[in-house]
């Protein structure tokens, strides 16, 4: 979950995040060195008089900083397609979720265990199973840890959206058609995020809560649900 003041991103709990993580910070090194390169040229232009000469009539200096740049667009375009069929990335998976958007909550439907489907609302601050605010719900998301799961995501009324950070997932929820989203879980645990569509009114309070546990223990959950 989100921890106050932070700066970087969640823990990231999938491969795909970890693509994604990797390819931000890489970004950023990238980022930071044309600030200071073209920052620190400016300040030398204002500076010196005689780099009028070689910065504004040479050509050799304007083919570098034209061709220059493509190649650091390209080092930056590659690795983000990479990242972009990583996460797209349509394995078979061992198990499929489906995510309804509603106004304001959302429902899950486990259509490989015939009878599990509920809704998950926002728990408010004075319930006893409070812990985190505005990211509590009422019933979680139960999904096994360590295999590659389908969510399919859809929306009951209005556009919603279904987002976890950590797990590097966000698809829009459209009525009248479904969205996929594969995602794989490296490890056990609680991880919460939120609808990332303005959809309303309560848009803020349908969060959402994903419990990752080992199969055995999801296994024994889907029996009790059934
Ligand atoms: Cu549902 Cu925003």
Redesign the pocket.
Known sequence: MPTWASLNFQDSASPGMEQLVFFHDFTMIVITLITVMVGSSMIFICGYKLTNRVLLQEQSVEIIWTVFPVFILLSIALPSLKALYLLDDPFSPSLTIKAV????YWSYEYSDFPGIEFDSYMVLEESTNYSARLLETDNSLVLPSLSQIRVIVTGGD????WTVPSLGVKAD?VPGRLNQIMMYINRSGIFYG???????A???F?PIKVEAVPMPYFINWAMKMN
């Open positions: 958007g509603h106004q304001w209005v556009i919603h959206s929820a939120q609808c990332s569509e303005i959809c309303g309560n848009h803020s349908m």
